[in-house]
């Protein structure tokens, strides 16, 4: 019993672990979810090839001696401290390409040290003639890519290129007093042009992907706010065409009644009745404008729709036509587009998403489904509260959920004839 309660207690700790972290990669956005890879990918690069290209080749091909065993230990260990080093600096080495922030004078002084005491060590290396002329290349090659995923973000192509190239022809003349064959020289060579311009291409790729990649994140932000403000101005000149005649009219003919009144004229009372027929009609004029603006129509949700999901790669498919529904029926079920679309791009992480509008039995039934089901939109929130109400208003109901898979779906129901409900 007590194994058993333990077991299930366990299952249940680590079910909300998972949950945790699904819901903490849920709410990233597609921007952060790709930089967060990207990174990773840089981060496991570094150990690959100092494991490939330093630790393997050493290990097989080092001489059983005690001076190059403690070397090459010595040169193992620097590989593991240029890793550890280079993945330290990475965030704010891209945080500096992308310009985020500004990386300290000197940050990559340490790891400049460590790439001469790792060259040093693999000279020496071969100078003992104590490991492999392949595992000493090798060597070279699994040194310079640490330092160079970290100095290709922070130097402009040319002078990265024309370093190396110095680098290179350093190393060749070095190395070459040990064996002054031109093989395993030129091969030396061949090594480090391919370990800068291997780094080079990793980092500078990656980056240029997430600066353009948050470029055109900005870009939606900056439109979306754009929108925003354009929306308030029509809504803005919409009232102020509407009012502003007929606030004119009433201070006009309040001041008449006003001196009507003074002079006991029995007109003041005249146009103080058509002052409070001009403020109805104002009232009326002003509901309208605030239902016009408020109200949204199904053909133009579906689609912004469309066009919204394909802008951000998720493939979208439209069955059903809107003709012949109520103004009523449109505008309830276009903000139920409208949310639905927006719990898809901000929640989930969906490839696919269909839209299906039918009409059976004196009801039009919308289905939004998608395949990013995620715990925070099956969670509910705000937006389906105030889904539901809307819908409640007009007798329709609102069902949100997982349906299967990794599926989500949200299925809104509304009667046809909604004066009828409503009356």
Known sequence: MGTAALTNGESVVFGRIRGWKRRHWVER???????????????????????????????????????????????????????????????????????????????????????????????????????????????????????????????????FL?????????????????????????????????????????????????????????????E?????????????????????????????????????????RPEAVDQMIEVQRIAQESQREVRDVVRGYREADLGVELAGAQGVLSAAGITCAIRGETGGLAAEVQSALGWVVREATTNVLRHGDAAQCDIALTRDEGRVVLTVENDGACDTVAGGGSGLAGLRERLSAVGGALEAGPAGGNLFRVVAEVPLSVREVTA
């Open 29 to 159: 956005s597609k921007a952060e979810r790709v930089e967060f890879q990207t990174v990773l990918t840089w981060y496991a690069t570094t150990w690959f090839f100092s494991l490939c290209w330093l630790a393997m080749p050493l290990v097989g091909g080092l001489e059983w001696r005690p001076v190059p065993l403690a070397v090459g230990g010595l040169l193992l260990v620097v590989g593991a401290l240029q890793c550890a080093e280079a993945n330290r600096l990475t965030r704010p080495v891209l945080d500096r390409y992308l310009g985020r922030a500004e990386l300290p004078p000197g940050a990559l002084r340490p790891a400049a040290v460590l790439l001469g005491f790792a060259l040093a060590l693999t000279l020496a290396l071969a100078m003992l003639d104590g490991a492999q002329p392949a595992a000493v290349r090798l060597a070279v090659g699994a040194s310079l890519l640490p330092f160079g995923l970290l100095y290709g973000l922070v130097t402009p192509v040319q002078v």
């Open 224 to 264: 979306a706010r754009l929108a925003v403000a354009e929306e308030r101005l029509r809504f803005g000149r919409d009232l102020h065409d509407v009012m502003g005649r007929n606030l004119a009219v009433i201070a006009l003919k309040s001041e008449l009644a006003v001196q009507l009144a003074r002079r006991g």
């Open 162 to 222: 024309r370093h190396s190239a110095v680098l290179a022809v350093v190393l060749m003349v070095a190395f070459g007093w040990t064996d002054p064959e031109p093989a395993p020289v030129l091969m030396l060579g061949v090594l480090t042009v391919f370990g800068a311009l291997f780094s080079l291409l990793a980092c500078r790729c990656g980056a240029w992907t997430l600066s353009v990649l948050w470029e055109a994140e900005r870009s939606r932000e900056v």
